[in-house]
């Protein structure tokens, strides 16, 4: 990377390297568009994986014309090792030396971006933020430089580089100061899906986010700590560091719903990586039936919970019968016997192994085959394998295993479960109460999976009975987002898809508004299987202001006692507004009056409601002509207003948000707790601004 000298008009210089490094990407681009692959495959179907191989690359390689190519630089004060300065490429990121006052030689200088770049010669133009050499950008000081001598943060206006700011980390003349320009970027209003914070990532967050692939980390924090784009950026990682393998096991990100999956669907792709999945845990469970019902909250608690794991384990294994009659398999004019007792012994054997149900249904046959082999050969014969499968699918042997250890079907299984109250007695006797019992049985029974109309709760069900069936296929990685939502059960579903993988496991107790959310990490962390995870806290809020995490913090001891509230960092005088009107006519009004003030400034806008005021409130705003978005529509410049339900508020941002009626919004709720936990979700959601309207008194809580 040849660098140039720093001349008296340094940020001519910088804009010159970026016309470079744009005009070197585009190269890299036209580079791979040029491949001729027409000698370099043996079929077609070779041809075709590489040809998309071949895309893909060109996807990550394109230039997005309002990113910024590189957003800071080093200079370090040595040459840096090859391992640590090892790019994405594969090759070696090395720069010339970058030159200091009379001549003398210094260490090397990098410039910290998005993506590798590198010019016609490989030689780096941009190097990779996840490359070790980058660290120093997030974790260098000044009591703990790391051996950069001089740190670069970049200010963009769209595409364009505008400003630059300079810390000089070794020289302690020069005053500590807060970056400007890291407080603008963070500070930059929301136009659009979320955005990635590479730019901006703290301290705290970058520890995380280059936290091992071999363990799984749990990040609790609160509203604004940045864990959402903490995991997202922890999944880039792991893809930069751990390609190889995370393209043969997959990586998944599991949010709360298809809204949130919407907002945060660009994050991964402006990093370079197009290949992460993205689903809710409804999407993983509901493959084998359509959820078309709902359940009262009591019982999709008990569906829930972790007991009924062994309930269905019990349900699964009811199945295996000992047999009442011995085998006798013809083959020609000879007749082999394989006693009752001997057949009970194989079972028992399979039993106490304690393998999947379907596993041990396909391997009986091979223990019966397997006997009658060792009969032929003590009479003289000399079979080999394939006779033993000839003899595993004879007729005989395959009666005796249907009647011993017949095929289970997972949805059928639960529906028997759920309709037939004598079944579910016999194997949730000690497991579940008779009231509970009760409860999960189905009011009209379906006559057929196809009928039945099944709810949420219930797919999770069966997707733990086909688990014990088949095992479920495990991914290298999976994140799992607002993660305190979930159910032992739903825990369990996500587990089984990363047993043999890790997880990123992101969420905030206080925020849990299901019956069922979680009371503890430990404990959610048990149900998903990764009980040795780490547990880490991010308590430094960057996003919401402080007046308005402080008001929403007054109910944390409602919601969460002991959990500690968020330390905004960002100071924000007139960012909350509480007004009260007189009466409840007057409130849409109000409402509509505080959308237009809120339009008046630059960003998107979140109006936040219960969900039974959202008819009158859309009424409203069309009476008034305000067009206006529903949660997960991409806001622009042009539609900048969003009416947000308050149960799908949870993950999502707004510059500036109105608040209607909180006390409406605890009322949607089945119970007090839950309510206020989903008020503090929507108390939460502003960046900028935040104007609570109200009618109906304040919730006490709220002091």
């Given at each position: 990377?040849?660098?140039?000298?720093?001349?008296?008009?340094?940020?001519?210089?910088?804009?010159?390297?970026?016309?470079?490094?744009?005009?070197?990407?585009?190269?890299m681009?036209?580079?791979?568009?040029?491949?001729?692959?027409?000698?370099?495959?043996?079929?077609?179907?070779?041809?075709?994986?590489?040809?998309?191989?071949?895309?893909?690359?060109?996807?990550?390689?394109?230039?997005?014309?309002?990113?910024?190519?590189?957003f800071?630089?080093?200079?370090?004060?040595?040459?840096?090792?090859?391992?640590?300065?090892?790019?994405s490429?594969?090759?070696?990121?090395?720069?010339?030396?970058?030159k200091?006052?009379?001549?003398?030689?210094?260490?090397?200088r990098?410039?910290?971006?998005?993506?590798?770049?590198?010019?016609?010669?490989?030689?780096?133009?941009?190097?990779?933020?996840?490359?070790?050499?980058?660290?120093?950008?997030?974790?260098?000081?000044?009591?703990?430089?790391?051996?950069?001598?001089?740190?670069?943060?970049f200010?963009?206006?769209?595409?364009?580089?505008?400003a630059y700011?300079?810390?000089?980390?070794?020289?302690p003349?020069?005053?500590?100061?807060?970056s400007?320009?890291?407080?603008?970027?963070?500070?930059?209003?929301?136009?659009?899906?979320?955005?990635?914070?590479?730019?901006?990532?703290?301290p705290?967050?970058?520890?995380?986010?280059?936290?091992?692939?071999?363990?799984?980390?749990?990040?609790?924090?609160?509203p604004?700590?940045?864990?959402?784009?903490?995991?997202?950026?922890?999944?880039?990682?792991?893809?930069?560091?751990?390609?190889?393998?995370?393209?043969?096991?997959g990586?998944?990100?599991?949010?709360?719903?298809?809204?949130?999956?919407h907002?945060?669907?660009?994050?991964?792709?402006?990093?370079?990586?197009?290949?992460?999945?993205?689903?809710?845990?409804?999407d993983?469970?509901?493959?084998?039936?359509?959820v078309?019902?709902?359940?009262?909250?009591?019982?999709?608690?008990?569906?829930?919970?972790?007991?009924?794991?062994?309930?269905?384990?019990?349900?699964?294994?009811?199945?295996?019968?000992?047999p009442?009659?011995?085998?006798?398999?013809?083959?020609?004019?000879?007749?082999?016997?394989?006693?009752?007792?001997?057949?009970?012994?194989?079972?028992?054997?399979?039993?106490?192994?304690?393998?999947?149900?379907?596993?041990?249904?396909?391997?009986?046959?091979?223990?019966?085959?397997?006997?009658?082999?060792?009969?032929m050969?003590?009479?003289?014969?000399?079979?080999?394998?394939?006779?033993?499968?000839?003899?595993?699918?004879?007729?005989?042997?395959?009666?005796?295993?249907?009647?011993?250890?017949?095929a289970v079907?997972?949805?059928?299984?639960?529906?028997?479960?759920?309709?037939?109250?004598?079944?579910?007695?016999?194997?949730?006797?000690?497991i579940?109460?008779?009231?509970?019992?009760?409860?999960?049985?189905?009011?009209?029974?379906?006559?057929?999976?196809?009928?039945?109309?099944?709810?949420?709760?219930?797919?999770?069900?069966?997707?733990?009975?086909?688990?014990?069936?088949?095992?479920t296929?495990?991914?290298?990685?999976?994140?799992?987002?607002?993660?305190?939502?979930?159910?032992?059960?739903?825990?369990r579903?996500?587990?089984?898809r990363c047993?043999?993988?890790?997880?990123t496991v992101?969420?905030d107790?206080?925020?849990?508004?299901?019956?069922?959310?979680?009371?503890?990490?430990?404990?959610a962390?048990?149900?998903?299987?990764?009980?040795?995870?780490?547990?880490?806290?991010?308590?430094?809020?960057?996003?919401v202001?402080?007046?308005?995490?402080?008001?929403?913090?007054?109910?944390?001891?409602?919601?969460?006692?002991?959990?500690?509230?968020?330390?905004?960092?960002?100071?924000?005088?007139?960012?909350?507004?509480?007004?009260?009107?007189?009466?409840?006519g007057?409130?849409?009004?109000?409402?509509?009056?505080?959308?237009?003030?809120?339009?008046?400034?630059?960003?998107?806008?979140?109006?936040?409601a219960?969900?039974?005021?959202?008819?009158?409130?859309?009424?409203?705003?069309?009476?008034?002509?305000?067009?206006?978005?529903?949660?997960?529509?991409?806001?622009?410049?042009a539609?900048?207003?969003?009416?947000?339900?308050?149960?799908?508020?949870?993950?999502?941002?707004?510059?500036?948000?109105?608040?209607?009626?909180?006390?409406?919004?605890?009322?949607?709720?089945?119970?007090?707790?839950?309510?206020?936990?989903?008020?503090?979700?929507?108390?939460?959601?502003?960046?900028?601004?935040?104007?609570?309207?109200?009618?109906?008194?304040?919730?006490?809580?709220?002091?």
């Amino acid at each position: 990377m040849p660098a140039h000298e720093e001349s008296s008009n340094p940020l001519a210089g910088e804009r010159a390297h970026l016309a470079a490094s744009r005009a070197a990407l585009r190269a890299m681009r036209e580079d791979v568009k040029a491949l001729d692959i027409r000698d370099v495959t043996a079929n077609w179907v070779n041809a075709a994986v590489l040809q998309a191989q071949i895309d893909d690359r060109i996807k990550a390689l394109a230039d997005l014309s309002h990113t910024p190519l590189f957003f800071g630089r080093l200079d370090y004060l040595h040459v840096v090792g090859a391992e640590k300065a090892e790019g994405s490429s594969g090759g070696v990121a090395r720069s010339a030396p970058a030159k200091g006052g009379g001549g003398r030689r210094e260490g090397e200088r990098f410039y910290i971006g998005r993506r590798h770049v590198h010019d016609a010669h490989g030689d780096p133009m941009v190097i990779d933020w996840r490359a070790p050499v980058s660290q120093p950008f997030y974790q260098a000081s000044r009591n703990n430089p790391l051996d950069v001598a001089h740190r670069r943060r970049f200010g963009y206006t769209g595409g364009e580089l505008t400003a630059y700011e300079d810390e000089h980390l070794t020289d302690p003349a020069e005053p500590e100061q807060t970056s400007k320009l890291l407080q603008a970027e963070i500070e930059r209003p929301r136009v659009g899906p979320m955005r990635d914070i590479v730019a901006t990532i703290q301290p705290e967050q970058d520890e995380i986010v280059r936290s091992g692939l071999g363990g799984t980390v749990c990040v609790q924090g609160g509203p604004g700590t940045g864990k959402t784009a903490v995991g997202l950026h922890r999944v880039a990682y792991l893809l930069y560091a751990h390609r190889e393998r995370l393209a043969r096991t997959g990586t998944l990100v599991i949010g709360p719903n298809r809204s949130f999956l919407h907002y945060i669907e660009q994050v991964l792709p402006a990093l370079g990586e197009l290949e992460v999945q993205q689903a809710t845990v409804e999407d993983l469970v509901a493959a084998r039936v359509e959820v078309r019902g709902t359940d009262e909250s009591a019982a999709a608690v008990i569906k829930g919970d972790a007991r009924m794991a062994e309930v269905l384990r019990r349900a699964v294994r009811s199945h295996v019968t000992p047999p009442v009659d011995g085998v006798v398999v013809v083959r020609g004019s000879r007749r082999w016997r394989v006693p009752a007792y001997e057949i009970e012994e194989m079972v028992n054997e399979l039993l106490a192994r304690d393998m999947r149900y379907g596993a041990a249904h396909e391997a009986l046959p091979q223990r019966i085959a397997h006997a009658v082999l060792v009969r032929m050969e003590e009479a003289g014969e000399a079979p080999d394998d394939r006779v033993q499968n000839a003899v595993a699918r004879n007729p005989a042997v395959k009666a005796a295993v249907k009647a011993v250890w017949p095929a289970v079907d997972p949805a059928k299984l639960v529906l028997r479960l759920l309709t037939d109250a004598e079944f579910l007695a016999a194997h949730a006797e000690g497991i579940l109460t008779g009231d509970e019992q009760k409860r999960v049985l189905a009011a009209k029974p379906a006559r057929s999976v196809k009928s039945a109309k099944w709810t949420a709760a219930d797919a999770v069900l069966i997707d733990e009975a086909a688990d014990l069936v088949a095992r479920t296929h495990s991914l290298g990685h999976v994140v799992i987002d607002e993660a305190q939502d979930l159910s032992p059960m739903q825990y369990r579903a996500v587990g089984r898809r990363c047993s043999t993988g890790s997880a990123t496991v992101l969420g905030d107790l206080a925020q849990g508004t299901t019956p069922w959310s979680t009371r503890s990490w430990e404990q959610a962390l048990f149900h998903l299987g990764k009980a040795d995870a780490v547990v880490e806290e991010l308590t430094a809020g960057f996003r919401v202001p402080r007046e308005v995490i402080a008001y929403a913090s007054r109910l944390l001891p409602a919601i969460s006692p002991g959990l500690a509230p968020v330390e905004s960092v960002r100071e924000t005088p007139g960012s909350l507004a509480v007004r009260a009107v007189e009466t409840a006519g007057e409130l849409d009004p109000a409402v509509i009056a505080a959308c237009e003030e809120s339009l008046r400034h630059e960003g998107s806008i979140g109006l936040i409601a219960a969900d039974a005021r959202i008819p009158a409130l859309a009424a409203a705003l069309g009476a008034a002509g305000h067009a206006y978005l529903s949660p997960g529509e991409e806001t622009t410049a042009a539609s900048r207003l969003t009416l947000v339900p308050a149960s799908l508020a949870k993950g999502l941002e707004y510059d500036y948000v109105v608040l209607d009626e909180p006390a409406a919004v605890v009322d949607g709720e089945p119970d007090e707790r839950t309510g206020l936990r989903r008020l503090y979700v929507a108390l939460t959601r502003a960046v900028s601004g935040l104007i609570v309207l109200h009618a109906a008194e304040l919730p006490e809580q709220l002091g």
